[in-house]
């Protein structure tokens, strides 16, 4: 079975990205995805390349590899790979195309807390680029979806209230 050589195979590239040696890890995570391409193995091993290119400060690197996952924000690796791909956008310099991934995540994803996690680093961004309405949009949406009375609500109300406040000038 194809699938069970991909998940035994898996197994031992995922033991040799664990070791550290984040070298002999990239070069065989790189011929994981050539064999085993078109499997979610492939690109649960995308995901462990990008984080070893992110670590190793190339967050150009862990793009280009994170935009080849075969899947959509609602497969088995789907959302996790687009939040990471938020992520490494934005160390690459490019706020708006992480915004965008996060707003992707947030309207195309069916768990509410990767919805949840996906605004709050949307409108954390907006907040830091200046778009403090942009961001103030982001929480009033956040608020809306936590239970009343909770922590992370309030804490999701401190900062509409901050982003509303500095939107205003104030």
Do not use: C, W
Not at 64 to 87: F, R, S, W
């Amino acid at each position: 079975q194809p699938r069970d050589r991909a998940g035994a195979a898996f197994t031992r590239v995922d033991q040799t990205a664990l070791a550290g040696n984040a070298t002999l890890a990239q070069r065989d995570l790189q011929d994981f995805i050539r064999r085993f391409d078109g499997t979610v193995e492939a690109d649960q091993a995308r995901l462990l390349l990008a984080k070893i290119h992110l670590d190793a400060a190339k967050p150009r690197e862990a793009v280009t590899v994170l935009q080849q996952v075969d899947e959509g924000v609602e497969g088995p690796v789907g959302a996790q790979a687009a939040m990471l791909l938020g992520a490494a956008q934005n160390q690459a310099g490019d706020r708006q195309a992480a915004v965008a991934t996060y707003l992707g995540v947030a309207d195309g994803s069916e768990l509410e807390y990767q919805q949840q996690a996906a605004l709050e680093q949307a409108a954390l961004l907006r907040q830091q680029g200046g778009d403090f309405a942009g961001a103030a949009e982001l929480f009033r949406r956040l608020v809306g979806m936590t239970e009343e009375g909770s922590f992370e609500r309030s804490v999701f109300e401190m900062r509409l209230a901050e982003a509303e406040g500095r939107a205003q000038g104030k």
